[in-house]
Structure formats: C-alpha cells, structure tokens
C-alpha cells in the first residue's frame, strides 16, 4: 500500500495509512484492469485495506480503530 511519515508533529509512522489509497486506487485500478484492490501496511500495528474504485470516488473498507471523536462547528 503506501506509507506515511510526519516526524515533526510526533507522527513517526502511521500504522495504517488510508488516506493514501485514494490518490492510488485509481492508478492501480488502471494499470491492473481491477476496480477492487487489497492493500497491508506492513508496520508494527499493521492494517489492510479494502479498495473499491465506484466511478469517481474511492471506497475504503477494514478494521479501525476509534483514537478520538470531536465536533467541528464552523
């Protein structure tokens, strides 16, 4: 899958990167003539991910893990 780092703010690595497979399904989807992909983090936490390109948005399905919840009020 793809990996992400931000050292700077106290993010050494992110376990499960999913985010990423949005810009990445739809090359992938592409070169590989499949609309549904599968993708591991190898990482000490680890996570897969379930990717289905649906037209023009980018499904995600797996396994989370709730760190926080809040509320944006604008």
């Known amino acids: 899958m793809s990996r992400f780092f931000a050292p700077t703010t106290g993010i050494n690595e992110d376990p499960a990167t999913g985010s990423s497979p949005t810009i990445l399904l739809p090359y992938?989807?592409?070169?590989?003539?499949?609309?549904?992909?599968?993708?591991?983090?190898?990482?000490?936490?680890?996570?897969?991910?379930?990717?289905?390109?649906d037209s023009d948005r980018a499904k995600i399905a797996g396994y989370a893990v709730e760190i926080m919840t809040g509320e944006i009020t604008i």
Do not use: F, H, P
């Open 28 to 53: 992938w989807a592409d070169r590989l003539s499949s609309n549904e992909l599968v993708g591991r983090q190898i990482s000490a936490r680890g996570g897969t991910m379930y990717c289905k390109l």
